[in-house]
C-alpha cells in the first residue's frame, strides 16, 4: 500500500491565501503472491520400505554387527520416520530370520551361530542340486537367455566390482536358475538361504580382502551348459561342485593358521 501526498490552495474570508495545505490519498498496490508449492506426501507404506531395505542392507553386510540391539526410537531419529513404519520394517526382517524379537525389549540383530553352519551348507547343497537339476528339466529358451544374461553380468568386470554388487550378482544368477526350474517354492526357498547366508559370504570374502577375492566360474558354466543341452544329471552335479567351492573357502579361513610357521624362541 502506498501513500500519495497532493497539495491543495485555499482563501481565507480576507482574500488572503491560505498556506497550501495537504491532502492525502491513498492508492492501494496489490502484489502478487506465489503459488504455493503442493505438499509432499509419502506414498502409504513408503516409509517402512525405505527402512526395510536400509536396515537389510546394513545387516548383509555386516555394517550392523550381528547382536546388535536396535532401538525403535533411535531408528525412527535416523530416518526421520515415526515408530509405525519402523517397527513394520523390523517385523518384516524378522520374518526373513535377520532380526529376533524379544518381549520386553529391543530386537536385536541374529548372531552367528556357528554351529548351524553345517546345516546351513548342507541345505544350501540340497537347493542348488534341486533347482539346476529341474532348470535343465524344464527350462524355456527365455529362462536360457536369462541365465546367460546373469552369468555373463557376474562375470564382466568381477575384479574391480565391490564385494556387495559381486554378491549380488551370484545371488541373481542362482535365483535365474532356481526359477528356471519352475517350481516357486524351491525359488523362494533357495532365495531366503542366500539372504540368510551372505553375512557368511562377506565374512569369508573379509578374510581373504575385500580386493583380492578369488572367483572361479567354472561351475557356474558347467550348469549352463547342462541346463542348454538339458542335461539334468549334469546340471545338478554342477550345482553339488559348486556349493563345495564355497564350502572349500569357508573351511580355508576359518581353519587358517596364521601362526603355524611362528618359531616361538625363549626369551631367556
Given at each position: 500500500?502506498?501513500?500519495?501526498?497532493?497539495?491543495?490552495?485555499?482563501?481565507?474570508a480576507?482574500?488572503?491565501?491560505?498556506?497550501?495545505?495537504?491532502?492525502?490519498?491513498?492508492?492501494?498496490t496489490?502484489?502478487?503472491r506465489?503459488?504455493?508449492?503442493?505438499?509432499?506426501?509419502?506414498?502409504?507404506?513408503?516409509?517402512?520400505?525405505?527402512?526395510?531395505?536400509?536396515?537389510?542392507?546394513?545387516?548383509?553386510?555386516l555394517?550392523?554387527?550381528?547382536?546388535?540391539?536396535?532401538?525403535?526410537?533411535?531408528?525412527?531419529?535416523?530416518?526421520?520416520?515415526?515408530?509405525?513404519?519402523?517397527?513394520?520394517?523390523?517385523i518384516?526382517?524378522?520374518?526373513?530370520?535377520?532380526?529376533?524379537?524379544?518381549?520386553?525389549?529391543?530386537?536385536?540383530?541374529?548372531?552367528?551361530?556357528?554351529?548351524?553352519?553345517?546345516?546351513?551348507?548342507?541345505?544350501?547343497?540340497?537347493?542348488?542340486?534341486?533347482?539346476?537339476?529341474?532348470?535343465?528339466?524344464?527350462?524355456?529358451?527365455?529362462?536360457?537367455?536369462?541365465?546367460?544374461?546373469?552369468?555373463?553380468?557376474?562375470?564382466r568386470?568381477?575384479?574391480?566390482?565391490e564385494?556387495?554388487?559381486?554378491?549380488?550378482?551370484?545371488?541373481?544368477?542362482?535365483?535365474?536358475?532356481?526359477?528356471?526350474g519352475?517350481?516357486p517354492?524351491?525359488?523362494?526357498?533357495?532365495?531366503?538361504l542366500?539372504?540368510?547366508?551372505?553375512?557368511?559370504?562377506?565374512?569369508?570374502?573379509?578374510?581373504?580382502?575385500?580386493?583380492?577375492?578369488r572367483?572361479?566360474?567354472?561351475?557356474?558354466h558347467?550348469?549352463?551348459?547342462?541346463?542348454?543341452?538339458?542335461?539334468a544329471?549334469?546340471?545338478?552335479?554342477?550345482?553339488?561342485?559348486d556349493?563345495?567351492?564355497?564350502?572349500n573357502?569357508?573351511?580355508?579361513?576359518f581353519?587358517?593358521?596364521?601362526?603355524?610357521?611362528?618359531?616361538?624362541?625363549?626369551?631367556?
Amino acid at each position: 500500500m502506498e501513500q500519495q501526498a497532493t497539495a491543495k490552495l485555499t482563501f481565507n474570508a480576507n482574500g488572503g491565501a491560505d498556506m497550501p495545505t495537504k491532502k492525502t490519498t491513498t492508492t492501494r498496490t496489490t502484489t502478487r503472491r506465489a503459488a504455493p508449492e503442493p505438499a509432499t506426501t509419502r506414498a502409504r507404506g513408503t516409509g517402512a520400505a525405505v527402512v526395510y531395505e536400509a536396515l537389510r542392507d546394513d545387516i548383509l553386510n555386516l555394517k550392523i554387527a550381528p547382536g546388535t540391539l536396535l532401538d525403535e526410537i533411535e531408528l525412527g531419529r535416523r530416518f526421520q520416520l515415526s515408530r509405525s513404519p519402523v517397527r513394520e520394517a523390523l517385523i518384516r526382517l524378522s520374518a526373513e530370520g535377520l532380526i529376533q524379537t524379544q518381549a520386553n525389549r529391543s530386537p536385536l540383530v541374529t548372531p552367528f551361530d556357528i554351529a548351524q553352519v553345517p546345516g546351513f551348507l548342507d541345505a544350501m547343497e540340497l537347493m542348488y542340486r534341486v533347482t539346476s537339476r529341474l532348470a535343465a528339466m524344464n527350462r524355456t529358451p527365455v529362462n536360457l537367455r536369462e541365465i546367460v544374461v546373469k552369468a555373463r553380468q557376474l562375470e564382466r568386470g568381477y575384479k574391480d566390482k565391490e564385494v556387495v554388487v559381486q554378491m549380488r550378482e551370484n545371488r541373481a544368477f542362482h535365483m535365474a536358475v532356481a526359477e528356471a526350474g519352475g517350481n516357486p517354492v524351491y525359488t523362494a526357498w533357495l532365495g531366503v538361504l542366500l539372504d540368510q547366508g551372505q553375512r557368511l559370504f562377506r565374512l569369508c570374502a573379509f578374510f581373504e580382502g575385500d580386493k583380492s577375492v578369488r572367483a572361479d566360474f567354472s561351475e557356474h558354466h558347467a550348469i549352463v551348459a547342462a541346463v542348454e543341452a538339458q542335461d539334468a544329471l549334469a546340471a545338478e552335479q554342477a550345482g553339488v561342485r559348486d556349493l563345495d567351492i564355497l564350502r572349500n573357502r569357508l573351511m580355508r579361513e576359518f581353519g587358517a593358521r596364521p601362526t603355524g610357521s611362528m618359531q616361538l624362541r625363549s626369551s631367556r
